[in-house]
């Protein structure tokens, strides 16, 4: 498994499913 494809499902989630402000985008 590669961390940036973790990474990069797990920003896809929050932008599914905005839970926290968009402070926190990287």
Known sequence: ???EETL???S???NS???FPKS???
């Open 12 to 14: 896809n989630l929050f």
């Open 1 to 3: 498994m590669k961390l």
């Open 17 to 19: 499913k905005p839970r």
């Open 8 to 10: 990069r499902k797990i």
């Open 24 to 26: 926190h985008k990287s």
